[in-house]
């Protein structure tokens, strides 16, 4: 069975460009999650995604960042314009549902540098 | 609010010898505990979970880990380590009684085993 899969794996941008990232859950994960993880630090959700439906965006700054699953598959985060600050790990993770006692599925990551 | 913390950041061990990694949760209701653990350029992999019953759980790898819940700890375990241990592990607590179910990681450990 094919795990989460993420790309880019590394990205380098120079700050105000734009940037997307792209993630394909586990077949049959309804549940998305892209999680945000700074050097030296723990995952922190930015957001949640139960089939096509956002239903826990409070950690994304929308300001800059977006994200959509339009299909309730793969998904995409974008951030416009990138920042310094933005330089992390962008994680992609699935579950078959949001289950609270269940275990989340990671993808490798996608390594943002902004220069 | 609930947190979690991981008090080292880095534990050494030789191989052969038993090893923990500490974590200490703090929540407002029954908390469901998670070990997760990162190998380089890798994406998180679960290790074991406690959601309720017996305190001592046995996970992946001949990993186990200890629910104390009047020390509030759910330390990490093995008796005897494996150089292929080496890597970054993840505690990570999801508060039942909170305003929140969101799943909350500690900082990170690393593990180091020497040959």
């Known amino acids: 069975e094919a795990g989460v899969v993420q790309s880019p794996r590394y990205k380098i941008i120079e700050k105000k460009q734009p940037v997307a990232f792209w993630c394909n859950p586990i077949?049959?994960?309804?549940?998305l999650y892209w999680y945000l993880q700074n050097l030296g630090q723990g995952p922190e959700l930015l957001i949640r995604?139960?089939?096509?439906?956002?239903?826990?965006d409070s950690q994304l700054p929308k300001d800059r960042f977006s994200a959509e699953r339009l299909k309730g598959v793969d998904s995409t985060l974008k951030i416009q314009p990138a920042e310094l600050g933005d330089s992390a790990v962008y994680l992609c993770?699935?579950?078959?549902?949001?289950?609270?006692?269940?275990?989340?599925?990671f993808g490798e990551g996608s390594r943002l540098t902004v220069l | 609010a609930q947190s979690v913390a991981q008090p080292e950041d880095q534990v050494n061990v030789a191989e052969g010898n038993p090893l923990t990694v500490k974590c200490t949760y703090s929540?407002?209701?029954?908390?469901?505990l998670f070990w997760y653990v990162q190998y380089p350029n890798r994406g998180l992999q679960f290790l074991l979970k406690?959601?309720?019953?017996?305190?001592l759980v046995k996970g992946s790898y001949g990993f186990e880990a200890e629910f104390n819940k009047s020390q509030t700890s759910f330390h990490l375990k093995k008796p005897s380590a494996l150089v292929s241990d080496s890597a970054l592990y993840f505690c990570a607590v999801r508060d039942m009684g909170g305003a929140t179910n969101k799943l909350i990681f500690g900082t990170g450990t690393l593990l180091a085993v020497q040959p």
């Open positions: 993770a699935s579950s078959p549902r949001d289950t609270l006692t269940g275990e989340l599925f």
């Open positions: 077949s049959g994960h309804n549940t």
């Open positions: 995604y139960e089939n096509e439906e956002a239903v826990d």
């Open positions: 406690y959601i309720t019953g017996d305190n």
């Open positions: 929540v407002s209701g029954n908390p469901y």
